[in-house]
């Protein structure tokens, strides 16, 4: 078999890639280590920026977001009983983020695929890269019918923190930078309406706790939590207990329990692998970033990662210029680092750290003060949130321009 791009990974990166190189008429084949209920049924992130909804508007995959996301043109901030408003659309002229389900955002995208026939390997085994260095690389792959080759032009590493395409970047050119969180995140999906109409990222001497949502029905709620903490330590009643304590008596108030049925826990880290290139591998996604959820930047990094990437595909295949895929990883990180930044301030500012002293606690209620009275930190929290612009690429008109 033969093929353009092959892309290994069929999460955010791997299914918006392949539907942006289809858009643009370059033939691609995902291939995926489990299958599509496995995949749909992840419950991850919940916030798009609005680059990542423009994206999929370009695609024509917006119909069910248009119709049941919740745009919020503000969020929350809450400590010691004091709330901040953050008004994105005033502070940024009229940015919004829009809350829709990375579990929706993967239904779209199969549903999609399976409309244009466009060709995802499901239950692919033992996947491994050939000749990324050389000029004609190939992945194998077994399935019930055996070991299968794939030839293909360029690889895409989509295959997420846990995959094994940012292990083809040698060691002797690849950087890694890392940040372990003494903590995680227990987080539940629960039948309930929401506390609030909008998030609240709330910060309690107890830790992190943040109230957000999937639906006007449905509540997505998490707290931080110690990093050998296990789901059974924390039946309904006592996450319910926990959860109310950190919000505080005033949100508290809107909280509506229910039974969780879905609890589940997830380690936080930043992390960066450089360079997202080696020969004719290139990496988008958690494959070649991690970042804490607090900032709700991951799956957005994904799609910025591979609007960048296919914009350098098309260069080389449609114009035979390979500036773009020279230029991919270089222009790709100045966005990733600058949204690593963002989480791990976000996170250092909400969250309790084990080791922190009286001096620590001080230092995030004056950062919340100076929050609360300063449209100048409002405004730069508001404008990282909602997303930053993709850098156009040199010679190039911004992506949005082309959107
Ligand atoms: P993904 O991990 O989504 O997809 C990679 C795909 O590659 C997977 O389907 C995997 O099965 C496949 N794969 C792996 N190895 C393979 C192999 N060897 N061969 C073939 N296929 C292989 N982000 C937020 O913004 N907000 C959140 O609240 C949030 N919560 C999260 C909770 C958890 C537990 C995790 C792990 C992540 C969370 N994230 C969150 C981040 C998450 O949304 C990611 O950023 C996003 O899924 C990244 O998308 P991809 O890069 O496509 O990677
Ligand atoms: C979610 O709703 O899952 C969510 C929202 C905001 C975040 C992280 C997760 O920062």
Not at 143 to 158: P, R, S, W, Y
Not at 283 to 291: K, M
Request: glycine share 10%.
């Amino acid at each position: 078999m033969r093929t353009q791009v092959a892309i290994v990974g069929a999460g955010p990166a791997g299914l918006v890639l392949a539907h942006l190189l289809r858009a643009a008429g370059i033939e691609s084949v995902v291939i995926e280590r489990r299958t599509r209920d496995y995949v749909e049924g992840r419950v991850r992130a919940g916030v798009l920026e609005q680059g990542t909804v423009a994206a999929l508007a370009r695609l024509g995959l917006d119909r069910r977001l248009r119709a049941e996301g919740l745009v919020h043109t503000g969020t929350n901030l809450a400590m010691d009983g004091g709330i901040v408003r953050i008004d994105m659309a005033d502070l940024t002229g009229g940015g919004a983020v829009t809350i829709y389900g990375q579990q929706e955002v993967m239904r779209d995208l199969f549903d999609a695929a399976e409309t244009h026939g466009m060709p995802i390997v499901f239950g692919a085994e033992d996947v491994r890269l050939h000749d990324i260095d050389g000029a004609s690389p190939s992945v194998s792959y077994r399935t019930a019918a055996g070991v299968q080759h794939l030839a293909c032009d360029v690889v895409a590493g989509c295959d997420g923190s846990h995959g094994i395409c940012r292990h083809f970047v040698p060691e002797a050119v690849r950087k890694t930078f890392e940040r372990v969180y003494p903590f995680g995140w227990l987080g539940i999906l629960a039948e309930v309406p929401p506390a609030a109409p909008e998030l609240i990222y709330a910060s309690h001497a107890n830790g992190f706790a943040l109230s957000s949502m999937r639906s006007p029905t449905r509540s997505r709620y998490y707290i931080q939590c110690g990093i050998d903490e296990r789901i059974e330590d924390w039946p309904d009643d006592r996450f319910w207990d926990e959860l109310c304590l950190r919000l505080g008596p005033e949100i508290a108030a809107g909280v509506v329990r229910g039974p969780a049925f879905e609890k589940s826990i997830a380690p936080l880290r930043s992390f960066v692998g450089e360079p997202m290139r080696h020969g004719r591998l290139f990496l988008a996604g958690d494959a070649a970033h991690s970042v804490p959820p607090t900032g709700a930047k991951g799956m957005n990094l994904a799609v910025s990662d591979v609007l960048m990437l296919a914009e350098a595909l098309e260069d080389f295949f449609v114009r035979n210029d390979q500036s773009g895929l020279d230029g991919y990883s270089a222009r790709a990180l100045a966005r990733v680092w600058k949204a690593e930044r963002f989480s791990w301030w976000f996170t250092g500012l909400t969250h309790r750290f084990p080791e922190a002293t009286g001096f620590d606690r001080r230092m995030q209620v004056a950062e919340f003060a100076y929050l609360r009275t300063s449209r100048a930190a409002q405004t730069a929290l508001a404008e990282n949130y909602i997303g930053l612009p993709l850098d156009p690429a040199a010679g190039r008109p911004s992506t949005e321009a082309r959107a």
